[in-house]
């Protein structure tokens, strides 16, 4: 059960990258006054820019810039707040069940419309998607005037354009047909996968 979830999530993301990544508008003409996070309830966490610099920080160093239209931009070294951090603040997707999370997206919108996805788990528990933060200085610096003050960025991306400038948003999602489960399917659910598990064992 667990397997199939992940599956599902992963397919899901695949065709809504194909989808999404690439439905950009023009350059952005303005950078985001403040990070919103939108949890699966819908619950709004504002952040500002002073907000996000008291909390602990990290640098990924040579991470590859691509632009949509532009291509290869460079090779820089971002610091800022890591995903799986900033993720933790949306209580509802934090403590729902299992099954909920493997079934979560997270959609990253900049101000000028451009968005990417990636599912929860990946940024929660795969090693390259914890790399992912949110970036608030770039070689040193603070970010420059067209990358905003919050610029997504993904080093491990096998898809490199994984990357929002001037981002605006974050957005919890739970896929279309995951529903809140009685606690007798629940149980249900956890007999079937245990059964399965001793199956294989003997």
């Known amino acids: 059960m667990k397997t199939n979830g992940r599956i599902y999530v992963t397919a899901l993301c695949m065709v809504l990258v194909a989808g999404i990544v690439g439905t950009a508008a023009a350059e952005p003409k303005r950078s985001a006054d403040t990070l919103t996070i939108v949890d699966a309830d819908g619950t709004r966490i504002p952040l500002t820019a002073e907000e996000l610099q008291k909390m602990p920080k990290v640098t990924e160093a040579k991470c590859i810039c691509v632009g949509k239209s532009s291509g290869y931009i460079g090779i820089f070294d971002y610091t800022g707040v890591r995903l799986s951090d900033l993720l933790q603040k949306a209580a509802a997707t934090m403590t729902a069940k299992e099954y909920k999370q493997e079934n979560a997206y997270v959609v990253f919108r900049g101000t000028d419309g451009y968005q990417v996805i990636a599912s ?29 003050q919050f ?37 249900m659910v956890k007999d079937l996968d245990k059964a399965g598990k001793e199956a294989v064992v003997e």
Request: proline share 5%.
């Open 151 to 187: 610029r997504l960025v993904l080093p491990g991306d096998k898809y490199v354009g994984r990357s929002v400038k001037c981002l605006e948003t974050i957005e919890i999602h739970t896929a279309e047909g995951c529903v809140i489960m009685s606690k007798e399917k629940e149980q």
């Open 120 to 148: 929860w788990t990946e940024l929660m528990e795969a090693p390259e998607g914890r790399r992912g933060l949110v970036a608030l200085e770039r070689d040193g610096k603070a970010l420059p005037e067209m990358e905003g």
